[in-house]
Each structure stands twice: as structure tokens, then as C-alpha cells.
């Protein structure tokens, strides 16, 4: 099972500015981090999906 790393505070900070830039709104940093742990589950789970029909297309 995959892990989900504490993100560091570089990590938010990179973070933070992507998301203040791209929507022109600014996060708090309780946002910030609510945003990384979606989006890291959210990869997880495109991960998991992708690994699984991966599976499916060999066994048709």
C-alpha cells in the first residue's frame, strides 16, 4: 500500500503560489494543506485505477 507522506513546508509554500497564481485567490495554509492531501490522494487513486486496468487488458 502506498504511504502518504507530511508535506514539508517548501513543499505548501510550492504549493501555495501555484495555486494563488493559477486562480488568483490566496489560500490560507490550512487550505493549502487540505489541497495537497486531496490532490495526493487523488494521484493515489488515478494511480490505483491505471494499475488495476492495467491488470484488466492483459487478462482480454
Same mark, same amino acid.
Do not use: R, W
Given at each position: ?6 508535506? %514539508? &513546508? =517548501?513543499?505548501? #509554500? ?5 495555486? =494563488?497564481?493559477?486562480? *488568483?485567490? !490566496?489560500?490560507? #495554509? #490550512?487550505?493549502?494543506? =487540505? !489541497?495537497?492531501?486531496? /490532490? %495526493?490522494? /487523488? *494521484? &493515489? ?5 491505471? &494499475?488495476?486496468? *492495467?491488470? &484488466?487488458? =492483459?487478462?482480454?
Amino acid at each position: 500500500m502506498l504511504e502518504i507522506k507530511s508535506p %514539508t &513546508k =517548501e513543499e505548501l #509554500d510550492q504549493l501555495k503560489c501555484f495555486l =494563488e497564481a493559477k486562480f *488568483g485567490i !490566496s489560500f490560507s #495554509d #490550512d487550505e493549502v494543506l =487540505e !489541497s495537497y492531501y486531496s /490532490l %495526493t490522494h /487523488l *494521484g &493515489k487513486a488515478i494511480y490505483l485505477f491505471c &494499475k488495476q486496468q *492495467g491488470v &484488466k487488458n =492483459e487478462i482480454s
